[in-house]
Nanobody, 115 residues
Framework: QVQLVESGGGLVQAGGSLRLSCAAS????????MGWYRQAPGKQRELVAE???????NYADSVKGRVTISRDNAKNTVYLQMNSLKPEDTAVYYC?????????WGQGTQVTVSS
């Protein structure tokens, strides 16, 4: 059974940094694309950043310049380095992995940014 497990969330002050990790287990295949999404209370889940197996990246306008996504294909792991965090970045962050038409999601990790 394929599982994605996120880690690295927590409470941080505005202006601080966090690094999220998402490791895949239960599979030997490499995800085509991996990404991070977030969902704040009362809001829809939105894309934060995504990266293909070839390293191409895409970022939401709201995080450009503050966030960097990277991946280790050998470990089937994706990372999200977040700097200059703002209170509006507070949300549950979810990892997603795409393989063909299938999408796998992690359970989410809470990120809370205090002002």
């Amino acid at each position: 059974q394929v599982q994605l497990v996120e880690s690295g969330g927590g409470l941080v002050q505005a202006g601080g940094s966090l690094r999220l990790s998402c490791a895949a287990s239960g599979t030997i295949f490499r995800f085509n694309a991996m990404g991070w999404y977030r969902q704040a209370p009362g809001k829809q889940r939105e894309l934060v950043a995504e990266i293909t197996s070839g390293g191409s990246t895409n970022y939401a306008d709201s995080v450009k310049g503050r966030v960097t996504i990277s991946r280790d294909n050998a470990k089937n792991t994706v990372y999200l380095q977040m700097n200059s965090l703002k209170p509006e970045d507070t949300a549950v962050y979810y990892c997603k992995g795409d393989w063909g038409p299938l999408a796998y999601w992690g359970q989410g990790t809470q990120v809370t940014v205090s002002s």
